[in-house]
């Protein structure tokens, strides 16, 4: 079972932006801090942004002041605006809770690349 469902991804040219959005229950929702990670082949899965139930947040030291993670009640949706997009952050992104514990779906695809 797909708990969590990513989309937005896509090709983007360096120092563009994408807004990435995952959508969930309405149980994980409430009750989980939630999460963006990412992956490139070779590559370990490292967590990119976080946000608690009441709103705190942690990024990843190479994407901060670039990205900002949020949430949106009424939809069981997180988001991950990715501003000044860097050829390094091309990868399949994932969503999940914030410590990686549910099933993952297939990911989304950003490429960055002139």
């Known amino acids: 079972q797909v708990e969590l469902v990513e989309s937005g991804g896509d090709l983007v040219q360096p120092g563009g932006s994408l807004r990435l959005s995952c959508t969930t229950s309405e149980y994980i929702f409430n009750i989980y801090a939630l999460g963006w990670y990412r992956r490139t082949p070779g590559k370990q899965r490292e967590s990119v942004a976080t946000?608690?139930?009441?709103?705190?947040?942690h990024y990843l030291d190479s994407v901060k002041g670039r990205f900002d993670i949020s949430r949106d009640k009424a939809k069981n949706t997180v988001y991950l605006q990715m501003n000044n997009l860097k050829p390094e952050d091309t990868a399949v992104y994932y969503c999940n809770d914030a410590w990686g514990t549910h099933s993952w779906g297939p990911g989304t695809q950003v490429t960055v690349s002139s």
């Open positions: 946000i608690s139930t009441t709103g705190d947040t």
